[in-house]
């Protein structure tokens, strides 16, 4: 008998692990796959390492600082800031047709561009900034306020609307085409109050850190051992089966599977009022290269582009939308001396895409057309960057069937469904949800919903 069955080995889960076995809890985390970290993972691949889903950490605040997400990370599982190794980036942008808005980890940096570009909304950008650090997140009525429609209230200029929500849709919405004022207001503090950075060794850093802590705590990894159901009596979750038969009993379990995905294994699912699974699925292509960016005139972290003055966040209709995407460069962080830099460039470039057509296509389709879409996704991504296409010595591409088998979300979905479940909870009482069906999202997200969801369920006195 467990305390606390966990399922899935990604970041929420493992932060979860790692806080209950704090308290001597015996805790086991379950993960289908032969690897840990789902989506944000890495792989060995022809003698090289990528890294898969890490972009950049947001939520980053410097060493000493008291406040945010990344503080109480490390306080709740007893990190020291430098286990995380966090270099900061060099600067990012927003890009639309004929105008460009540059950031970086000061808020002065996006403050002064609006001056620039936009005089005329420089006063509507400091009500919005009012506006975010008043949110009071704790308020579900004014989370799910339409995002779209608070930001007509505060600006006057439609394009600047639309550039503020390209990269805070692209980093954490689940929602079509609109987005929670609340989920704006989380993503504006992560992206633009606080910052981005990222680890020289990849995401591979954090994930090693969390491994190493939970199993010296005395926690229980068991890789390969996919949850095939979940066993109810009376309103309550008694244990799992695994793929292969084995049966575990536990008193509690939380599950990062997603909502729609969880609830589908409970084996009363036939009382369970079905949830709305997401859409938004992505691929992705990464470009080794000859070159560091820097030497083709491409000096930003990450760039936000979109190539219609209005941002349409949807499900496409083809294989993937050229339309809008993003491109980061790992390269472009601010590295200390002693890591020097990455010994190759690499260029990677998001966009957006339907899970459904690319899951019709046989074998032989399949990689026939992420040959055509890597060529088209790059060609697309030139417009915005130097082109670098005559650097690429080695490439790879995940698509929404990837994300579906490393993540269990139907559809692919990056950000599961867009209706969250901010306090865990399931229709049983002893069943919770953490990750990002819960709220979080995004690296630090991940981590903190886990160490929030075993502290509110799972070391309570009643739980």
């Not at 966090?86 to 002065?108: C, W």
């Not at 980061?328 to 998001?350: A, W």
Request: with cysteine; glycine share 8%; proline share 4%.
């Amino acid at each position: 008998m467990y305390d606390t069955l966990i399922i899935g080995a990604g970041m929420s889960g493992l932060a979860a692990g790692i806080r209950l076995a704090h308290y001597e809890q015996k805790v086991c985390v379950l993960e289908r796959h032969t690897t840990i970290g789902g989506l944000n993972s890495f792989y060995r691949l022809r003698g090289r390492d990528f890294d898969v889903g890490l972009h950049a950490v947001t939520n980053f605040t410097p060493k000493g600082a008291k406040k945010g997400p990344l503080a109480r990370l490390l306080r709740q599982l007893r990190f020291k800031w430098e286990d995380l190794s966090l270099s900061p980036q060099i600067g990012s942008r927003i890009a639309f047709p004929g105008v460009h808005l540059d950031f970086d980890n000061d808020i002065g940096r996006l403050e002064a561009e609006i001056r620039r570009l936009f005089p005329r909304q420089t006063d509507n950008f400091q009500r919005l900034l009012a506006a975010v650090v008043d949110y009071d997140d704790l308020n579900d009525e004014h989370f799910r306020m339409s995002g779209r429609a608070r930001l007509a209230e505060l600006f006057d200029d439609p394009l600047l609307v639309e550039m503020l929500l390209c990269p805070l849709m692209w980093y954490g919405n689940a929602r079509e085409e609109d987005m929670d004022w609340g989920q704006f207001c989380i993503m504006f503090r992560s992206i633009f109050l606080e910052g981005m950075a990222r680890p020289f060794k990849g995401v591979r850093l954090i994930l090693k850190h969390l491994v190493r802590r939970f199993r010296e705590l005395g926690g229980e990894l068991r890789l390969r051992s996919g949850v095939s159901r979940i066993h109810v009596e009376n309103g309550r979750a008694v244990g799992v089966v695994l793929d292969d038969g084995t049966e575990l009993l536990a008193r509690n379990i939380l599950s990062s599977a997603g909502a729609v995905e969880t609830l589908r294994l409970c084996d009363d699912q036939s009382i369970v009022e079905p949830a709305r699974a997401g859409q938004m699925s992505f691929i992705e292509t990464m470009s080794i290269l000859n070159v560091q960016p820097r030497d083709l005139g491409h000096d930003r972290t990450i760039v936000f582009y979109n190539d219609r003055p209005r941002f349409e966040w949807r499900k496409c209709d083809e294989l993937v939308d050229l339309h809008t995407g993003v491109i980061c460069s790992p390269n472009n962080f601010q590295y200390p001396p002693e890591d020097g830099k990455l010994p190759e460039g690499v260029i990677r470039i998001t966009a957006i895409a339907n899970f459904d057509r690319w899951s019709a296509l046989n074998e032989a389709q399949y990689r026939l057309e992420k040959l055509r879409w890597f060529d088209r996704t790059a060609a697309a991504a030139v417009r915005f960057m130097p082109d670098f296409r005559g650097h690429i010595v080695d490439t790879d591409m995940f698509t929404p069937l990837t994300i579906r088998r490393f993540t269990w979300h139907d559809n692919g979905a990056v950000y599961g469904a867009p209706e969250k479940r901010f306090d865990g909870s399931t229709h049983l009482s002893n069943l919770f949800l953490c990750g990002t069906d819960q709220g979080y999202v995004g690296i630090i997200g991940s981590i903190v919903s886990g160490i929030a969801m075993a502290n509110r369920h799972c070391l309570s006195a009643t739980a």
